[in-house]
């Protein structure tokens, strides 16, 4: 009897289960906040990155229902055929205002915009250093590359220079990295990066997809730094703290009409539907004009890490320098028993394990939206269900 091609599938899903690495979707009812209905109960929302609270604006929605009017649901092709769309021009300039960059390019994902880029910009003949705990975007957009892609430890300079000896037998060398590594919440050294970058005659490419509006008065980690004045290639998204959906890549004229030309996830991709378009565009404008939104989600970032520190000093945090705060656990079994057991007491914190990490956790989100009583749940939560967290091991990737 010949066997089935797909009898591995169950197999693998079995294998899966028993590491505790099995995972669903939760529906959500209703618009996202800082608190969000799922199974007709009300929970404080801990697992979002609309870090500012811009998803749920009517500022937005109304902006997005106007350009559907306008030019319908869907974009109906590429940007180079049927899909361009004045609204799309409007946004790169937009994003590259606020990048202070020459210019900008619209993708229709930040996950495309890593993969397109990357690819267009290396090849065979190139070298491609990456941080060990980068996301699943760029260490994609580095193997589709086909460069020589060699992981260096994380955030450590020492090690990027062990790698660079290797510079001159490649064509061309890419140093890629997350400026917030989103499931830790640290920054990369970016200044230092910089300088390496440019003593070895290398590119960078720095994700800002958890830094845009939240660092840098809304620019990022590059502002953040001082380097905006400094040559490098930026990646993000429009779906944090912008509130949309979408990728951008910002940089030098040259480099994005290369990129219109050679990135394939953006020459063979449908275009940013209008809605989407509109809505990052007011996205741009309402925190260029609202920097209290910003302000107003640091004074919750410093709110929260006082009350863990006055409450619970014995959990174990990873160090932050930003709204993503991780709470370590021994394994991915009580990790998932801790999100469990904080959404039955009103705190949607799912359990983030590996793959996704090496190092099973709770990850904790703030909004601008949250409040002080939202935070005061969560530390009384921790605090009742009684928490163990394992030493802190810095790093990750999602």
């Known amino acids: 009897m010949l066997s089935d091609a797909y009898d591995w599938i169950e197999q693998s899903l079995a294998t899966i289960h028993k590491a505790d690495w099995y995972r669903s979707v939760q529906t959500i009812q209703g618009r996202s906040g800082a608190t969000v209905e799922i199974d007709g109960r009300s929970l404080v929302n801990f697992a979002s990155n609309d870090y500012l609270g811009l998803a749920s604006d009517d500022r937005l929605i109304q902006a997005a229902i106007t350009a559907t009017q306008k030019y319908g649901t869907g974009s109906t092709g590429s940007r180079l055929l049927s899909g361009h769309r004045e609204l799309h021009r409007e946004l790169e300039c937009a994003i590259a205002a606020l990048k202070q960059t020459e210019d ?30 980068n996301h699943s975007s760029l260490k994609s957009g580095a193997i589709l590359s086909g460069a020589t892609v060699i992981e260096y430890s994380h955030c450590d300079l020492a090690s990027i220079q062990t790698h660079l000896q290797q510079r001159d037998r490649y064509r061309r060398c890419l140093i890629i990295t997350d400026s917030v590594f989103s499931m830790d919440g640290d920054l990369c050294p970016l200044p230092e990066l ?31 730094f001082g380097c905006i004045q400094r040559q490098l290639i930026q990646v993000g998204t429009l779906s944090k703290a912008l509130g949309s959906l979408g990728g951008y890549v910002a940089g030098g004229k040259t480099l994005i009409d290369f990129l219109r030309n050679r990135a394939p996830s953006w ?39 006082l009350l863990l520190h006055q409450q619970l000093p014995h959990l174990k945090l990873l160090p932050s320098e930003s709204a993503i705060l991780c709470l370590l656990l021994p394994s991915p079994a009580s990790a998932l028993t801790a999100a469990h057991r904080l959404q039955d007491a009103g705190i949607f914190a799912p359990a983030i394990r590996p793959p996704t990490v090496p190092t099973s956790r709770i990850r904790i989100s703030l909004m601008a939206t949250h409040t002080f009583s939202h935070m005061k749940q969560l530390v009384d939560v921790l605090s009742a269900i009684n928490i163990v967290s394992s030493k802190p091991a810095r790093g990750d990737q999602q």
């Not at 619209?106 to 060990?132: C, E, M």
């Not at 590119?203 to 953040?224: N, Q, R, S, W, Y």
């Not at 991709?269 to 989600?297: D, G, V």
């Open 194 to 224: 910089l300088d390496l970058a440019q003593q070895h005659n290398c590119m960078l490419l720095v994700d800002e997809a958890h830094a845009t509006g939240v660092l840098g008065d809304g620019a990022g980690c590059v502002k953040h």
């Open 267 to 305: 020459i063979y991709t449908t275009a940013l539907s209008p809605a989407n378009t509109a809505a990052a565009l007011a996205a741009i404008r309402i925190i260029q004009q609202e920097p209290e939104r910003r302000q107003q989600l640091w004074r919750n970032i410093d709110e929260l890490k």
């Open 104 to 133: 900008a390019l619209v993708f229709s994902s930040g996950y495309l915009a890593n993969i397109g880029v990357i690819s267009a910009i290396v090849g065979k003949r190139d070298l491609i250093l990456s941080d060990q705990y």
